[in-house]
């Protein structure tokens, strides 16, 4: 049973900063994408960032400029640091893990950007 865990979530202002952790109970190499997505309060949960086992890692267009998507091998771990956040990022946010046909999600962290 492959578990995921996230931390780092919180209450931040307008322009504020936040970095997210994800603690994976696997060799996180041996899955062939880890993403962060989130989901805002009446929306659809949505990809927020991905980074692949090999090659580029792609963020969603409201992400670019603004998230960076880490992973640490050696710790089984991943991070998505978060600058400049904005009211419209406030949602859960989940760390998740993809093989083959087998997917596995975080419980989620509240993030909520208000003044």
């Known amino acids: 049973q492959v578990q995921l865990v996230e931390s780092g979530g919180g209450l931040v202002r307008p322009g504020g900063s936040l970095r997210l952790s994800c603690s994976v109970s696997r060799n996180i190499f041996g899955f062939e994408t880890v993403e962060w997505h989130r989901q805002a309060p009446g929306k659809q949960r949505e990809l927020v960032a991905s980074?692949?086992?090999?090659?580029?890692?792609t963020y969603a267009a409201f992400a670019e400029g603004r998230f960076l998507i880490s992973r640490d091998v050696s710790q089984n771990t991943m991070d998505l640091q978060m600058n400049d956040l904005q009211p419209e990022d406030t949602a859960v946010y989940y760390c998740s893990a993809h093989v083959g046909t087998s997917d596995y999600w975080g419980q989620g962290t509240q993030v909520t950007v208000s003044s």
């Open positions: 980074f692949p086992r090999y090659g580029s890692r």
